[in-house]
């Protein structure tokens, strides 16, 4: 089993997790149709976020002989089902591994941004004790929207919830055990008007860009935008236009719609060429995290456990939950 993208973390995870004998080999390199040629040999593949997974390099891994790609995350808008399904290979991912983590990490960027906990560090360490400019507001009472409430969405409400938080949804389904906690469902537009605005859909082509300039003026003034769920939902520059006019009173991401150039890595000795980003991270109300949300011990353990036990049963035909090519 090779693997793409491997970070220490997955080394040290997948490794002690192996309890299906696989022979796991880590790659750091992302799979691309130039490193593709590194699964010679290997009976499945494992990938992350920033793989690319499309028609072409799913072609050259089956040519080579894999049975099987593994995601060891849930998302899976960056893989080519149709062609794998076409193509014979068998894909499987993480559908719900921690969705607390993810939406824990939402809490994070809305609590530091708000009680701007960063600053505070900083100036404490330089014998600064002055107040000025760290203000919140209590989040108690104030109207959170959360946008999709599938497993990490519903996690967050209940933890809003738990603030004393209005929490308004908007979801394709409304779920009735989410209902009767109090959430609220309301049409898209009107969940924009929310005090918080949280993101917790998938990304696909009616998703695609759902924060923009046009949305974005339906936003309640001074509003905060989180962004746990996949880059591509949020057109950036539409929101550097309205954090610039002052409209945005906020932003917590944690993934960015050109990220795969970016996180991951060690960059603080480069040129970073993206200015979309360096003119993101210049605004003092913007928090910007490297794709960490679902960085926790519970997270990685459940991932390596069900991505293995995943892969186990598929290079032995079986058929499984968590196979994607399912969703198709
Ligand atoms: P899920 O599949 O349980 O829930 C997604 C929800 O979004 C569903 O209820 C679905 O009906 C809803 N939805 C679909 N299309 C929609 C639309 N057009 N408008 C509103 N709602 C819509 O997925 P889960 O586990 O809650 O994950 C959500 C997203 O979080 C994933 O797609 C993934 O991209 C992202 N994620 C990010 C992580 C991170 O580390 N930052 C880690 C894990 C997931």
Redesign the pocket.
């Known amino acids: 089993m090779v693997f793409f993208s491997a970070q220490p973390y997955d080394k040290t995870y997948f490794t002690q997790w192996n309890n299906q004998g696989l022979d796991l080999v880590f790659f750091e390199p992302a799979l691309t149709e130039q490193t593709v040629e590194l699964a010679q040999g290997a009976a499945a593949v494992c990938v992350f976020v920033n793989d690319i997974v499309n028609q072409a390099v799913l072609a050259r891994l089956a040519a080579l002989g894999v049975k099987v790609v593994a995601l060891r995350?849930?998302?899976f808008?960056h893989v080519d089902l149709e062609a794998a399904r076409a193509l014979g290979l068998r894909v499987c991912r993480v559908?719900?591994y921690s969705?607390e983590?993810?939406a824990e990490?939402s809490l994070a960027l809305l609590l530091t941004l708000n009680r701007k906990t960063h600053k505070a560090y900083n100036r404490v360490r330089e014998q600064n004790f002055s107040l000025h400019g760290l203000m919140g507001q209590n989040l108690y009472g104030k109207t959170i929207g959360v946008?999709?409430?599938?497993?990490?969405?519903?996690a967050f409400c209940r933890i809003m919830l738990g603030m004393g938080c209005r929490v308004m949804a908007?979801?394709?389904?409304a779920?009735t055990a989410m209902q009767a906690m109090g959430v609220d469902y309301q049409p898209?537009l009107e969940v924009l008007k929310a005090d918080v605005v949280s993101l917790?859909?998938?990304?696909?082509e009616?998703?695609r860009h759902?924060i923009n300039d046009q949305t974005l003026l339906g936003m309640k003034d001074g509003a905060v935008l989180l962004n746990?769920?996949?880059g591509g939902l949020i057109d950036t520059p539409a929101v550097i236009r309205a954090l610039k006019k002052g409209k945005l009173g906020a932003l917590g991401i944690?993934?960015y719609e050109q990220e795969e150039k970016l996180f991951f890595r060690d960059l603080s000795t480069d040129i970073i060429q993206d200015d979309v980003l360096q003119r993101l991270s210049g605004f003092p109300n913007v928090l910007i995290t490297a794709?960490?949300?679902?960085?926790t011990h519970e997270a990685l353990t459940e991932i390596a456990q069900t991505t293995l036990e995943s892969v186990g049963a598929l290079l032995k035909g079986q058929k499984i939950r968590t196979e994607a090519a399912l969703l198709v």
Do not use: E, M
Request: glycine share 10%; with cysteine; proline share 7%.
């Open positions: 995350c849930a998302g808008n559908p719900a969705p983590a993810v990490h946008i999709g409430t599938g497993k990490i969405g519903q908007f979801d394709l389904v779920n898209l917790h859909c998938p990304l696909n009616q998703t759902l746990t769920s996949r944690d993934v794709h960490q949300a679902f960085f």
